[in-house]
């Protein structure tokens, strides 16, 4: 048995040194090694967009079709990497405020999937808003609720006291 390579990744700030398996995702890792539950399993294949994560530059990553090894030496944020010291992030504020969630399965890919709308158009239009969420499948809402929190979020990025 040959021993498992080393990845080093900095999840939400803290810098790790983890064993993995070669065919271990990112979302494997970030569930199983590293203890964090936010990031959920939906398909495994791409599709729904609920293991959505962001990296380094904001983007948005499906973490169940990344290879963890291709992460080595890199960043990536969670959902749980939005909060800061016990403040939402304005994408969370405006999600609350404007009640963008239903079952609450999918939120942590759909508020990442924003955050990175939001990282590339702090005002987005509602193109973008679309392009930026069509990899994210929600079955219990329309998005209506969760459009207008995107559209809205730059009031909370604003007034970073503003309570949702």
């Known amino acids: 048995m040959s021993p498992k390579p080393l990845l080093r ?15 271990q995702t990112l979302l494997d890792v970030i569930r199983d090694q590293v203890g964090l539950m936010g990031t959920k399993e939906g398909c495994t294949t791409g599709s729904c967009g609920v293991c959505t994560i962001n990296n380094a ?13 291709e992460w ?45 709308v939001l990282n590339r158009h702090p005002r987005p239009t509602d193109e973008q808003i679309n392009d930026g969420m069509a990899g994210v499948i929600c079955r219990c809402t329309g998005h209506i609720k969760v459009k207008e929190a995107i559209r809205e979020a730059h009031a909370f990025a604003a007034d970073p006291a503003a309570k949702p």
Do not use: W
């Open 57 to 69: 530059r904001g983007e948005a990553i499906l973490s169940c079709l990344t290879p963890a090894l």
């Open 9 to 23: 990744l900095t999840v939400n700030g803290d810098a790790l040194e983890l064993l993995v398996s070669p065919q």
């Open 72 to 116: 080595d030496g890199q960043s990536i944020t969670t959902i749980e990497g939005l909060e800061r010291l016990g403040d939402l992030d304005a994408i969370q504020k405006s999600f609350v405020h404007y009640h963008a969630v239903q079952c609450g399965f999918c939120t942590p890919g759909v508020i990442m999937s924003a955050k990175a």
